[in-house]
């Protein structure tokens, strides 16, 4: 089984959750999963071009993962609306040929290739729990979590729409609680596990978001997480960056440090804090994580 992806981040991680892609690629150099970085890659135009410009939507997505098949490889993303934006287009493409063929001959106008629909979409917390050996990865965990336990901050754009992801088991996904057991913690069950974390409305309407925030990190804190990892580069600026913002704003303390699934493993795993970009988190997890060993 091929271990080898085509990288593609999306803004967030290039731009603002840095640390996200840092321990993303810190960790798949470590379990041999080979990251190929995608140059003429650019932003997926995420929901609001899909809303406003469903053709153009069509087109970016069927560029982007053009330049992924053109190498051989399947697109492995850290971002769930990089992942739910490519995989609604791919869904699309791989079941109304008639809009692929419209999209292509739009693409080659500007020297595109055409895309073939020969590859895949990923997410790498997918690649690290359905494709890694699983014996392999638990001999890198270096500091097991003893007992931590961590809230899965599912969010909404990797699990639905269910058709999309029914491969992936959709709505019913376990990915990040099979991970935190894998790696010696204890997943913690709430309500906001599979909540929206109100990213896309933070322009539109930041006091809903603000709100969404606040109850999804007191559903998770008020079941006794230590702290919240998330598989989205959006999902961890909502629920990290942003949550300072939403205390003030409920009017009530949460302090429940937030971590990019791949930040924690890399910590279990032995990687130096810094390789992980713990210190540019919002809330300081080394306190939880020191209590229990990891770091």
Request: charged share 20%.
């Amino acid at each position: 089984m091929s271990l080898e992806f085509a990288f593609y981040p999306g803004c967030a991680g290039k731009q603002v959750q840095k640390e996200a892609e840092w321990s993303a690629r810190a960790v798949c150099a470590e379990l041999g999963i080979k990251l190929h970085d995608m140059p003429g890659a650019t932003c997926c135009g995420a929901v609001s071009l899909r809303e406003t410009k469903p053709a153009f939507s069509l087109a970016v997505a069927a560029r982007i993962l053009s330049e992924a098949e053109a190498d051989g490889r399947d697109l492995a993303t850290i971002c769930n609306t990089c992942l739910q934006t490519l995989s609604h287009a791919h869904y699309r493409f791989r079941t109304e040929p008639e809009i692929l063929e419209k999209i292509n001959a739009v693409n080659a106008q500007a020297g595109i290739r055409p895309y073939g629909v020969t590859n895949k979409v990923r997410h790498l917390l997918w690649v690290v729990t359905d494709m890694v050996d699983q014996g392999v990865l638990k001999s890198k965990i270096k500091k097991p979590l003893n007992g931590l336990r961590v809230a899965p901050f599912y969010g909404c754009h990797s699990i639905r729409p269910t058709e999309i992801f029914a491969d992936k088991a959709g709505e019913k996904a376990d990915h990040l609680d099979r991970l935190i057991t894998l790696l010696g913690g204890k997943p913690v069950a709430y309500d906001g596990r599979d909540r929206c974390c109100g990213f896309h409305v933070m322009l539109s309407d930041p006091t809903e978001m603000r709100q969404m925030v606040a109850k999804n990190c007191l559903s998770a804190k008020g079941a006794g997480a230590d702290v919240m990892i998330t598989p989205c580069t959006l999902c961890d600026m909502a629920m990290g960056a942003y949550q300072g913002i939403a205390e003030k704003t409920v009017g009530q303390s949460i302090g429940l440090p937030e971590m990019n699934f791949a930040q924690l493993l890399g910590a279990a795993m032995g990687i130096h804090e810094s390789k992980l970009g713990i210190d540019r988190l919002h809330i300081d997890p080394k306190p939880a994580l020191a209590a229990r060993g990891v770091l």
